[in-house]
């Protein structure tokens, strides 16, 4: 076992953990406490990532955590009543930023994302492969738009802990499902591209960005 491992399962388990205790905030009988510490942690830990970040992360570190000693009893009552929106937030947020990520790639003069990614593993792509990839950047876009759309209206229509659901079980799953579907249509589509193993496109995925525009 790698050096990696341990810390990986340590990362999936918490993350499991995160999910199973937000699912739970959002049901009736948690204590609205509980809601409002997991709705404002992963907005604490961006922010001491970004300040570890900074210039100088010890002063950046002790500045964020006195302004969270001094906000947070201040605002405390007003999170455990609103921290089902706090949650929103960051779920829409999230969905409205992929699909910033994929859209902004579709503008003029730009490389579309998934166009990178296979140039990345193929190195050369024909016409047919190109128009392929940016209709596929234009499918994960509306994905995640329509994710956003969905847990808006599912906020303001049904109860909280079936629109937590949606967010915490459902989405990652019409993600897979959108990815097998779409490698088989490529298949089908593209039959002479080469088959990429799931090393390679994971190396694409996390290569660091060479630029979006195009030469």
Do not use: K
């Amino acid at each position: 076992m790698s050096a990696r491992r341990p810390r990986q399962i340590l990362i999936l388990l918490t993350l499991l953990a995160y999910v199973l205790l937000d699912q739970y905030s959002n049901t009736a009988s948690a204590p609205p406490a509980l809601g409002a510490l997991l709705a404002v942690s992963p907005l604490l830990v961006a922010l001491a990532l970004l300040a570890m970040r900074a210039p100088r992360p010890r002063w950046a570190l002790a500045g964020l955590a006195g302004a969270t000693a001094l906000l947070l009893p201040l605002l405390w009552v007003r999170l455990e009543q609103q921290y089902a929106r706090l949650y929103l937030l960051q779920q829409c947020g999230l969905y409205l930023t992929f699909a910033a990520v994929f859209g902004r790639t579709l503008l003029a003069g730009y490389t579309p994302l998934c166009t990178q990614w296979a140039l990345r593993v193929h190195g050369s792509l024909d016409a047919r492969a190109r128009s392929y990839t940016r209709s596929v950047t234009l499918a994960w876009m509306l994905f995640f738009l329509a994710a956003a759309a969905a847990s808006l209206v599912l906020y303001a229509t049904v109860a909280r802990s079936i629109w937590s659901l949606f967010g915490n079980f459902t989405v990652l799953p019409l993600a897979a499902l959108l990815f097998a579907v779409e490698y088989r249509l490529r298949r089908l589509r593209l039959p002479a591209m080469p088959r990429a193993t799931l090393a390679q496109m994971l190396a694409a995925y996390l290569a660091e960005p060479r630029g979006t525009r195009r030469p």
